[in-house]
């Protein structure tokens, strides 16, 4: 059981450049979400998705887009990446509301570059 | 609005001390989720404990203990007798009942224990 699994682990850009972050999850969870961590700001929620075929924006949205294409897998995009998109990026999912298993199911982290 | 407020940016403790970690929330929400999480240098992100706005009763987990207050908002962690091993970034987060159940982040405490 694989958990939550991101790829890739580590990203070097230049500016302008796109590329796709990939979050797969192998627990039938509905939720998924992505957050960027920047250093004194702890993380950040950018989309969300609470099923397949469905996201939503949150606290960062702007320079990223998304999709939900299957329920285990939720995209991050970067159309034109920026120096202000250096962070590191966490995927996370959970399943429907449960009052004994309550919390978020975190990847590894992308450690992304953009020069 | 919804915000985890973390006010100690680092804490640095010698060994065998014990320490306090602070997180004040605020939510018009009457049903929420609080966490903590840790990231050890390594860059994971480790659950340790979860509360319901329902449960004000404090727990103690080895070293560990938490202290949720209602009346001031307040989900303290602490630490008791720290090791070299407690060295590592703490989240206090919360986790809305409604809108996707988004988790909102505190921005963090480092916590350097030096031996």
């Known amino acids: 059981n694989a958990g939550v699994t991101q790829t890739p682990k580590f990203r070097v850009l230049k500016t302008g450049q796109s590329m796709t972050l990939l979050c797969a999850q192998d627990?039938?969870?509905?939720?998924m979400y992505w957050y960027r961590q920047d250093p004194g700001m702890g993380l950040r929620l950018i989309h969300y998705?609470?099923?397949?075929?469905?996201?939503a924006k949150g606290e960062v949205p702007d320079g990223y887009n998304v999709s939900r294409l299957k329920k285990q897998n939720f995209l991050l995009g970067l159309e034109s990446a920026a120096p202000s998109q250096t962070s590191v990026y966490f995927c996370?999912?959970?399943?429907?509301?449960?009052?004994?298993?309550?919390?978020?199911?975190f990847g590894s982290g992308t450690q992304l570059s953009v020069l | 609005a919804q915000k985890v407020t973390q006010a100690q940016t680092e804490i640095s403790v010698v060994e065998k001390e014990d320490v306090t970690l602070d997180c004040v929330y605020e939510t018009r929400d009457t049903t929420y989720y609080l966490f903590w999480y840790k990231q050890p240098p390594s860059g994971e992100l480790v659950f340790l404990i979860r509360?319901?706005?329902?449960?004000?009763q404090n727990e103690i987990s080895g070293r560990y203990s938490w202290n949720f207050q209602k009346s001031t908002s307040s989900f303290n962690f602490t630490i008791t007798a720290s090791q070299v091993v407690d060295s590592a970034v703490y989240f206090c987060?919360?986790?809305?009942?409604?809108?996707?159940?988004?988790?909102?982040f505190g921005a963090g405490t480092r916590l350097f224990v030096k031996a």
């Open positions: 996370a999912s959970r399943p429907i509301f449960q009052t004994t298993n309550e919390k978020l199911f």
């Open positions: 509360r319901n706005s329902f449960d004000e």
């Open positions: 627990m039938n969870h509905e939720y």
């Open positions: 998705s609470v099923g397949e075929g469905t996201t």
């Open positions: 987060a919360l986790t809305l009942n409604t809108g996707g159940f988004k988790t909102i």
